[in-house]
């Protein structure tokens, strides 16, 4: 009877496992990590620096505000992105203004204590009608609406939706006309809906306060005002992930916005001041502002030497003045 002999098998090496498994598994306890500490830095950021003001609900967004000053006349004044209401208050501008006029600084949705619910396209056109209803709220009649570089695209939307519940407008240090801009593929990022979220969450706080000297610097130039600003300015407000979201947003959004108003600029009817420092570094006041005055049916320009973008803080009583000038058109 023969016997089947069992065969050697060849031995086998152990399996190994490959790192990628762990090294994604830390990466997102890292990830978790990181947005536990920015969260924490959130909570002090607001503890450190509540509401200055009052809140209005309206459709579906918890929108604060600032008010100073009395008087038949009211004033709006609009930051720029990544700013708050705090810009307004540390320039000096809207207590200079205070001294006759009522004046209101709003939080646009989604910076200082704005809420910016997700789900919407908060481009101009959205953040008007907003603010055109807390305009009816508050009971303003006609006020002067004052916009800052990014809020200065909110202020045209505003005029060009309800011309009639305006007085006039003060555009200040704005973008009006499309050009190629190296930092918006920088800067947009975070604001992608689902993609950016890992982004706001775990560097780009980081990088936030990393840049935030530099950047101060170059809003500034060529006049003085950068230290300042910064000694007053609640920076931990400002790179909280959720205001990130709102600065990356707005970011995308500027050259698109620009494109579709700017076929409008010749339909704007509401009277407007457009001023600029003529050393404007951040957006070129020769190419932006004179090219809008000159397109607008009711304008006039006026450009203030030696000062940047930061205009209404290097001249904050040439600003004032104009603003309060604004004022007296019928």
């Known amino acids: 009877m023969a016997v089947a002999l069992d065969r050697p098998r060849p031995l086998r090496a152990p399996r190994r496992r490959g790192l990628a498994p762990w090294l994604a598994l830390a990466a997102l306890a890292a990830g978790a990590a990181t947005a ?18 009052h809140f209005l609900e309206i ?15 009211a004033i709006l004044l609009l930051h720029g992105n990544g700013s708050m209401v705090q810009d307004f208050l540390a320039s000096g501008v ?33 953040q008007a009608d907003l603010l055109l209803q807390a305009v009816d709220r508050l009971g303003l009649h006609r006020p ?3 916009g800052h570089s990014w809020g200065t695209l909110v202020a045209l939307a505003m005029g060009l939706r309800r011309p009639q519940a305006l007085r006039s407008l003060v555009l200040i240090s704005g973008y009006y006309r499309p050009t190629l801009r190296l930092d918006v593929p920088l800067l947009a990022p975070p604001g992608i809906p689902i993609l950016g979220a890992p982004l706001r969450w775990t560097i780009s706080p980081a990088l936030g306060r990393l840049m935030f000297p530099l950047m101060m610097k ?7 005002g950068a230290q300042r600003f910064a000694r007053h300015f609640p920076r931990e407000l400002a790179l909280r992930p959720a205001q990130i979201r709102a600065s990356a947003a707005e970011a995308g959004l500027m050259i698109p916005a620009a494109i579709a108003y700017r076929r409008r600029h010749r339909a704007l009817r509401v009277p407007t001041l ?4 003529s050393g404007d570094r951040l957006v070129s006041s020769s190419h932006q502002s004179v090219g809008l005055a000159a397109r607008l049916p009711r304008a006039s320009l006026h450009l ?9 803080h290097q001249a904050p009583g040439k600003v004032a003045a104009l603003i309060d000038l604004a004022t007296t058109v019928p």
């Open 36 to 53: 536990l500490y920015w969260r924490k830095r959130t909570r002090s950021a607001e503890r450190d620096h509540p509401p200055l003001g």
């Open 59 to 73: 459709d579906g967004v918890r929108l604060h505000y600032v008010e100073r000053g009395r008087g038949e006349q």
């Open 94 to 126: 809207m207590d200079r203004l205070a001294a006759r006029h009522r004046v209101i600084a709003f939080d646009r949705p989604g910076f200082g204590h704005s809420t910016r619910p997700k789900g919407r396209l908060w481009g101009p056109a959205a």
């Open 144 to 146: 002067v609406v004052v």
């Open 218 to 224: 170059r809003i500034f130039a060529p006049g003085p």
């Open 274 to 277: 457009v001023v600029a420092g």
């Open 304 to 312: 203030i030497p030696g000062t940047g973008h930061m205009v209404h």
